[in-house]
């Protein structure tokens, strides 16, 4: 039976097809999986519904881990925030900053001063209505003199927090900052209960999110139940459970098996078996999120800007990109901007394969060839080890001899990245330049894995910020891109797609692109259908 695509959505849209025969169709008329999935979930609109478990394998977590909101350092802990927990203000699925627990953000004196009205009847899971006083202490928490916390170099640009009466948070900046409303979205900045001692109960787990923290270990799993008081629509499970299962192929086991109903980051290699599988969904978003290669330019040979050149023409990106990401995801070129971000530029020269380049940078190190060691383990993304040796492999025909060293991946974050010399990380990215430059590269950045301190970024960086010119504002971050590009210590391999699996029992609405985990929403707004 033939059917064209429109008669096809208008039964979608009244419950006479079922997901199932709609992407057979779709498929037999050389509609791909993916878009048949979107059209199939925009024509049948479905209406959440409350219940169930929902069982998540996530490709992160370690046993250090911690409720501290200040040591969020990874996707499981991030999820762990968003579940317990809620910030100011929100990503939205078209990358806007919009009001979540602040019902308004109003800026005033050229946006120096940032005025938040917080939601009325907002409560943490105790029973306590959420306050000024908390606003104040939890951000405080994170930009106080001996704060450890990730989120403190975004912070910085705040000179004073206020109360005006217990709804109203006033921020002073040191200068204007158009961007404030997405820096009060990060991650690391969910709301907490004020202490008695000046700072926050973070130890309790008690915030104000979507579910009330049921038990906690560290590195294996984290359960949680709804919170019948949330402040927005949803959540829908019952309950949820979030397991860390950092092997990928650990990860899809659990979910043919239907351990689990989701599982993040993909395996791209064996996708076609879960996109063949009729009770198993794919997601696959383009975002900002991107995997790189720092090098600490405090440790010799990285120290020579000519061995960072010499190491970037010696990748061939575009390999890596084909074999690792199987076309999911796109070459990067040493800048961690997404080019759907704002003034986000393509600096020249493009760091395509070019082992000519890479001797002549050798040679202008004064080296013949080169010897380093290079800390891999998939802990940092899938397919991390299998990139080290791409890269092996082409830095070769250049004289340099990269050195694998496979390491565990518990621990990986904790004793290998911004410890060893060379080694991979990565980045969900920021939705904004300053917030990613701030975040990872500004010389006392907490997050700067590479070590690197440039006077003329970190000054176009203050200045940019408080720009309201347009075209100066672009022409100041265009300049950054640059200098990053020439002379820093990373290496953007490729910005990669956000590619995961659930089983068709979950259903979703339109997904975030500015973070894995639908932004991080994953548990407060996907349901069983």
């Known amino acids: 039976m033939s059917m064209d695509l429109k008669t096809m959505q208008s039964l979608a849209s009244q419950g006479r097809m079922g997901r199932r025969d709609f992407i057979q169709m779709a498929l037999a008329a050389g509609i791909t999986v993916t878009a048949a999935e979107t059209l199939f979930t925009k024509a049948a609109r479905a209406e959440p519904k409350k219940g169930g478990k929902f069982r998540a394998g996530i490709g992160h977590g370690q046993t250090s881990d911690s409720l501290d909101p200040a040591t969020w350092a990874n996707a499981f802990s991030a999820d762990v925030g968003f579940v317990i927990g809620s910030c100011l203000t929100a990503i939205d699925q078209k990358n806007n900053a919009v009001p979540d627990l602040a019902e308004s953000v109003e800026a005033a004196d050229g946006a120096k001063t940032w005025v938040y009205?917080?939601?009325?009847?907002?409560?943490?899971?105790?029973?306590?209505?959420?306050?000024?006083?908390?606003?104040?202490?939890?951000?405080?928490?994170?930009?106080?003199?001996?704060?450890?916390?990730?989120?403190?170099?975004?912070?910085?640009?705040?000179?004073?927090?206020?109360?005006d009466g217990k709804d109203t948070v006033v921020f002073t900046l040191k200068s204007g900052s158009a961007d404030f409303p997405y820096i009060t979205t990060d991650y690391h900045l969910p709301i907490f209960q004020a202490a008695g001692d000046g700072g926050i109960d973070w130890k309790s787990g008690v915030g104000t999110g979507p579910f009330v923290m049921d038990k906690y270990d560290p590195g294996v799993k984290f359960s949680a139940k709804r919170n019948p008081n949330f402040h927005k629509d949803g959540p829908y499970f019952d309950e949820i459970e979030m397991m860390s299962i950092v092997d990928v192929a650990a990860?899809?086991?659990?979910?043919?098996?239907?351990?689990?109903?989701?599982?993040?980051?993909?395996?791209?290699?064996?996708?076609?078996?879960?996109?063949?599988?009729?009770?198993?969904?794919?997601?696959?978003?383009?975002?900002?999120?991107?995997?790189?290669?720092?090098?600490?330019?405090?440790?010799?040979?990285?120290?020579?800007?000519?061995?960072?050149?010499?190491?970037?023409?010696?990748i061939d990106r575009e390999e890596i990109v084909k074999k690792v990401l199987l076309g999911h995801g796109r070459a990067g070129n040493d800048n961690p901007l997404a080019p759907s971000i704002k003034y986000a530029t393509q600096p020249e020269p493009t760091y395509s394969y070019d082992p000519e380049k890479a001797r002549f940078h050798l040679k202008k190190a004064g080296l013949a060839s080169l010897k380093v060691d290079l800390s891999a383990a998939d802990a940092a993304f899938a397919g991390a080890v299998d990139a080290a040796t791409l890269m092996r492999e082409s830095a070769a025909k250049a004289n340099i001899d990269i050195n694998v060293i496979k390491e565990a991946n518990d621990g990986y974050w904790d004793s290998v990245w911004m410890k060893k010399p060379w080694c991979f990380s990565y980045w969900s990215g920021r939705p904004t330049a300053d917030w990613m430059f701030t975040t990872a590269y500004a010389a006392e950045a907490a997050w700067n894995d590479t070590f690197w301190k440039n006077g003329r970024f970190n000054e176009l960086l203050l200045a940019a910020r408080a720009e309201i010119d347009e075209v100066k504002r672009g022409a100041m971050y265009a300049e950054m891109q640059q200098i990053l590009h020439d002379d820093g210590g990373i290496i953007v391999l490729m910005f990669n797609n956000f590619t995961s699996a659930h089983s068709t029992k979950v259903e979703h609405g339109e997904l975030n692109t500015n973070y894995d985990h639908d932004g991080g929403y994953v548990f407060e707004r996907w349901w069983f259908a």
């Open 117 to 163: 009205k917080l939601r009325k009847g907002v409560e943490f899971h105790n029973g306590k209505s959420l306050s000024a006083e908390d606003v104040i202490a939890t951000y405080n928490y994170h930009r106080g003199e001996n704060s450890k916390s990730a989120a403190k170099s975004v912070l910085e640009d705040i000179v004073d927090i206020k109360a």
């Open 251 to 314: 990860r899809q086991n659990a979910l043919l098996t239907g351990d689990i109903d989701y599982m993040d980051r993909a395996d791209l290699k064996t996708l076609g078996l879960l996109e063949r599988n009729p009770d198993i969904k794919i997601t696959d978003v383009t975002g900002f999120s991107h995997y790189v290669a720092p090098m600490d330019v405090r440790a010799a040979p990285f120290d020579n800007v000519d061995v960072r050149l010499a190491l970037k023409w010696a």
